[in-house]
Nanobody, 117 residues
Framework: QVHLVESGGGLVQTGGSLRLSCLDS????????MGWYRQAPGKQRELVAD???????YYTDFAKGRFTISRDSAKRTTFLQMNGLKPEDTAVYYC???????????WGQGTQVTVSS
């Protein structure tokens, strides 16, 4: 079982920055990747960025050039640096860890990000 705790959300003005953190604990056989997702009110949850265990990052189009995903494996923490925030980035942000085993798929409880115009 793996437990994920996100932090770093908050209220920021347009153009501002936030750094989200996701601390994982517990036991997982082998990590395949970590991801950040978001869900705005009335919308489906969507991928923001993903990073493989080998450090290869993938970004959704709206995140490219503004957001950076990274992982400190020694600290078991995954980060999402968000710059140039826009009101449309307002959402609850969730982290996810996926293992090589199909059942090893865990989500955090989410952290609220609100961008004011």
């Amino acid at each position: 079982q793996v437990h994920l705790v996100e932090s770093g959300g908050g209220l920021v003005q347009t153009g501002g920055s936030l750094r989200l953190s996701c601390l994982d604990s517990g036991s997982i056989f082998s990590i395949r990747g970590m991801g950040w997702y978001r869900q705005a009110p009335g919308k489906q949850r969507e991928l923001v960025a993903d990073i493989t265990a080998g450090g290869i990052a993938y970004y959704t189009d709206f995140a490219k050039g503004r957001f950076t995903i990274s992982r400190d494996s020694a600290k078991r923490t995954t980060f999402l640096q968000m710059n140039g925030l826009k009101p449309e980035d307002t959402a609850v942000y969730y982290c996810r860890i996926r293992g090589v085993r199909v059942d090893d798929d865990y989500w955090g409880q989410g952290t609220q990000v609100t961008v004011s115009s």
